[in-house]
């Protein structure tokens, strides 16, 4: 397996991505809503990226890779684990490129997203009960040839996933935070590194589920624990170690990283699916709960939420009003 990245992340960098994706990927909507600004006493925009294609933000990385990829190396074929979006996405950027993809996901992967990612054309291989152990699973597959496509710790995945701000911003200028879900931390570094460049004063907040934090225990220097099996409603997001390369980014660009329980995740799609008519998946929402739970210390008057996806299994609804309603007694 051949691992082509670019060696860097910087702001001219995500401004190639920009403009490279922009006639293949949505601009997706930005959205605002009174009752969210009158309960958290600030203005508040989503950026929209559950109607991006393939219903998340990861088809931004996964195609500026592509595109950067030599003609000789895309002809061995790609690689990729993933616990869903970042599946699709690849399996999207390579239908349109004529190149042979093959992903791991774990075996509990929503039907959903399986089923979207073998209908883009890609061979999937589920294994392992979450990320993690899907990735190491996909390892085995070092010396076949084929490139492979980490789902975030890789500089071309970034820049494309930082394109997100950019169209925030452009669209949004006068914004003081940005509120960004985090996983292995692809997200965020493009996000904090391309809202930095243009306006220096941007607070940048990472937001992990409080059942899968890695960087955020990094983050406040928290001894690290690697828990052997991770369970939440937001798949998502749910790795076990910070990413090499977007660590050290993080560190250095990121203001402040948070976690939430399933319990505030659970509420926060339902507020968006009852409020908002729009549904959202776990990860999604994770920056949504975060702002819920954490409105009164977070200082802004103009904030922007990243939705980041929207591929949720609707089996999986009632167990989530389950959780919903569990947090609303236990919570009052």
């Given at each position: 397996m051949c691992v082509y990245h670019g060696d860097y992340l910087t702001s001219d960098k995500i401004n190639e991505a920009y403009k490279k994706l922009s006639q293949f990927v949505h601009q997706t909507p930005v959205m605002t809503s009174e009752t969210t600004n009158r309960i958290v006493g600030k203005k508040v925009y989503f950026k929209m990226e559950n109607q991006q294609k393939t219903g998340a933000f990861k088809i931004r990385g996964a195609l500026y890779k592509m595109m950067q990829l030599p003609e000789k190396l895309r002809r061995q074929g790609v690689i990729t684990a993933s616990a869903g979006n970042h599946a699709q996405g690849v399996a999207y950027a390579a239908k349109k490129a004529n190149v042979k993809a093959t992903i791991y996901m774990p075996k509990h992967t929503p039907l959903?997203?399986?089923?979207?990612?073998?209908?883009?054309?890609?061979?999937?291989?589920?294994?392992?009960?979450?990320?993690?152990?899907?990735?190491?699973?996909?390892?085995?597959?070092?010396?076949?040839?084929?490139?492979?496509?980490?789902?975030?710790?890789?500089?071309?995945?970034?820049?494309?996933?930082?394109?997100?701000?950019?169209?925030?911003?452009?669209?949004?200028?006068?914004?003081?935070?940005?509120?960004?879900?985090?996983?292995?931390?692809?997200?965020?570094?493009?996000?904090?590194?391309?809202?930095?460049?243009?306006?220096?004063?941007?607070?940048?907040?990472?937001?992990?589920?409080?059942?899968?934090?890695?960087?955020?225990?990094?983050?406040?220097?928290?001894?690290?624990?690697?828990?052997?099996?991770?369970?939440?409603?937001?798949?998502?997001?749910?790795?076990?170690?910070?990413?090499?390369?977007?660590?050290?980014?993080?560190?250095?660009?990121?203001?402040?990283?948070?976690?939430?329980?399933?319990?505030?995740?659970?509420?926060?799609?339902?507020?968006?699916?009852?409020?908002?008519?729009?549904?959202?998946?776990?990860?999604?929402?994770?920056?949504?709960?975060?702002?819920?739970?954490?409105?009164?210390?977070?200082?802004?008057?103009?904030c922007g939420v990243i939705v980041s996806g929207g591929n949720i299994d609707i089996q999986q609804m009632t167990t989530i009003q389950e959780i919903a309603k569990k947090h609303y007694v236990q919570t009052g």
């Open positions: 959903n997203k399986v089923n979207a990612t073998k209908a883009y054309g890609a061979d999937v291989v589920l294994t392992g009960e979450n990320f993690d152990e899907a990735f190491q699973a996909s390892l085995k597959e070092l010396d076949s040839g084929k490139v492979y496509i980490h789902p975030f710790d890789d500089y071309d995945v970034m820049a494309g996933q930082g394109t997100v701000a950019i169209e925030l911003l452009h669209e949004i200028n006068e914004l003081d935070t940005i509120i960004v879900p985090v996983g292995g931390g692809g997200l965020i570094s493009g996000i904090a590194v391309a809202a930095k460049n243009i306006k220096p004063t941007i607070k940048i907040i990472g937001v992990q589920s409080n059942l899968a934090s890695p960087i955020y225990r990094s983050f406040r220097n928290i001894q690290l624990h690697v828990p052997s099996a991770i369970s939440t409603i937001a798949e998502g997001i749910a790795v076990q170690n910070p990413g090499k390369k977007t660590l050290p980014i993080i560190e250095n660009y990121v203001d402040d990283i948070i976690t939430v329980t399933d319990g505030e995740i659970a509420c926060s799609i339902l507020y968006m699916l009852e409020r908002n008519k729009t549904l959202v998946e776990g990860a999604g929402a994770a920056a949504i709960a975060a702002l819920f739970r954490y409105h009164q210390h977070i200082r802004s008057k103009q």
